[in-house]
């Protein structure tokens, strides 16, 4: 039995209108018509220009800085559009905010990753379509069905051709021990080896690096994660690798580039020759720098929104 709706819908936040405008592309279909506005005292408007009776409708945001603005919107596009009838709705959301609350670190902390999943079930979501989540667990906080997207496969193929002529002095290093999993399937698509910087964080947004396990002396390095936030592990991982590991050179890759605080110039300032990111996260113009490179997700996510809506399997996109 098919239980999509009788035509696909993409409709977007204030966001990421870039990704939402070039997955629509894609398809070949047009930007579904409303409005996402804020009144006077905060309170966020929104309004549904086209019916939507029956549709499979897609709402592209992602809930990046202003997290808890850009969240607000996605939940009320969702209510408006289950109130409109709509056949079914998915939240496409490139980037995740509040994963990081994935669980009590300390006594009475909140595991808010779980109160904005059911934040997003509750206003009507039908199913999520995501990408690196980062704790995949997170995919059992919700009561609907996750189809979680990996970056790996969108950034592999730059690196191979970067890579193509010089595979065995290259070395894939993970910027932790939680990032593991992510730099060895890296590692395996790149056919290079893997090492591992082990690090501690004495408190939020600061980390210290303890060792390297691996020889990635004389090599080319990339360090793969899942996202960038104030950029101090990453390019304290990067310091340790040229000073402790004598590495030749390093680059560096992530879905999420979320670069708040000191990020742009603390990358800047390093050793990190190019930082390669997903635009799941939208990259402000001053933040733009010769340094970092973006590659769109609108294609793989546009595959995605395909194939969920002829009730096909995604799995073939991680291959």
Partial sequence: MSLHGKDIKIFTGNSNVMVAEMIAKQLKIDMGEATVETFSDGEISVSIKESVRGSDCFVVQSTCYPV??????LLIMIDALKRASAGRITAVIPYFGYARQDRKARSRDPISA???ADLITTAGANRILTMDLHAPQIQGFFDIPVDHLLGVPV???YFQELFKDDKENVMVVSPDLGSVTRARNLAERLN???AIVDKRRPK???SEVMNIIGDVRGKRVLIADDMIDTAGTLCNAAKAIIEMGGAKEVYACATHGVLSGPAIERIQNSVIKELVILDTVPLAKE????KIKMISVAPVFAESIQ???EDESISPLFG
Wanted: glycine share 0%.
């Fill in 192 to 194: 290079v080896a893997l």
């Fill in 68 to 73: 808890n603005t850009n969240l607000m919107e």
């Fill in 287 to 290: 933040k733009q720098i010769d």
């Fill in 204 to 206: 939020a947004n600061v």
């Fill in 114 to 116: 779980k109160l904005c």
């Fill in 155 to 157: 950034i592999a193929p």
């Fill in 307 to 309: 194939r969920v809506y």
